[in-house]
């Protein structure tokens, strides 16, 4: 069998690193330094690899690899090293079998050959609810439509796949941040809730709403109690 291939078409496993046992981590660290994160972006990584100059890769796998911090240096490999002719942001419930809104899609192919001033094609379906929904757009070329050269995700830190950001959006993210010239800092907070808070049925009826600026001992405060699941607590 060749060592190089002028197609390399795959669907790689999913696996993120925590489920990774130690034999496969330090395989993965070892060997596919940029694509540690999950098992498929390994299989991106080895994907490049096995292909010739000039030639093509074409996956379809989670889209996680697009936007998180966690796969910036994959991102980085491809956006530096590759060129992305074409992709097909799948979004949830993108395989019929799966029916399953965590599992993201993408679909792309790419040119294992320097970006330059190439201008890729872009194509969002996430709007559509289900895989056969979203057959049927593609086909008759209903998806959100986009055409950039790679550059444009250099504009915002971490370099996101983010294809249908606005020029006006993209214009926002050249000022520094404000952590830049801002400390961040908790709110109200005591350090110590159950020394220094009090609920109402706790403090004696004379430290009112009224009373409670001019006695000076209690204060009124919001606190949002225990915490409960998507509450917000």
């Avoid at 040119?111 to 001033?117: D, E, I, T």
Wanted: proline share 3%.
């Amino acid at each position: 069998l060749a060592r190089k291939y002028d197609a390399v078409v795959a669907n790689p496993p999913y696996m993120g690193s925590g489920g990774f046992d130690d034999c496969l981590k330090l395989y993965v660290e070892t060997n596919y330094q940029e694509g540690k994160s999950d098992l498929y972006a390994a299989f991106m990584q080895k994907s490049i690899l096995l292909t010739k100059q000039d030639k093509f890769i074409s996956t379809v796998n989670q889209s996680s690899w697009m936007f998180l911090e966690s796969y910036h240096a994959i991102r980085h490999l491809i956006l530096v090293g590759q060129r992305i002719e074409s992709l097909i942001h799948l979004g949830a419930n993108a395989f019929p079998e799966l029916n399953s809104k965590v599992m993201q899609g993408v679909a792309f192919s790419l040119r294992n050959s320097l970006p330059g001033n190439f201008i890729g094609t872009y194509i969002g379906l996430l709007e559509f609810p289900d895989a056969s929904s979203k057959k049927t757009a593609f086909e008759a070329g209903r998806g959100a439509k986009y055409y950039l050269q790679h550059a444009i995700f250099s504009t915002i830190s971490g370099s996101p796949i983010s294809y249908w950001v606005s020029n006006n959006l993209r214009e926002a993210f050249k000022y520094k941040s404000l952590g830049l010239n801002y400390s961040i800092m908790n709110g109200v907070q005591t350090s110590n809730n159950d020394r220094f808070l009090r609920s109402w049925y706790e403090v004696e009826s004379r430290y009112s709403m009224q009373k409670v600026l001019l006695e000076k001992k209690w204060y009124a405060y919001n606190k949002g109690g225990e915490y409960r699941k998507w509450y917000g607590n």
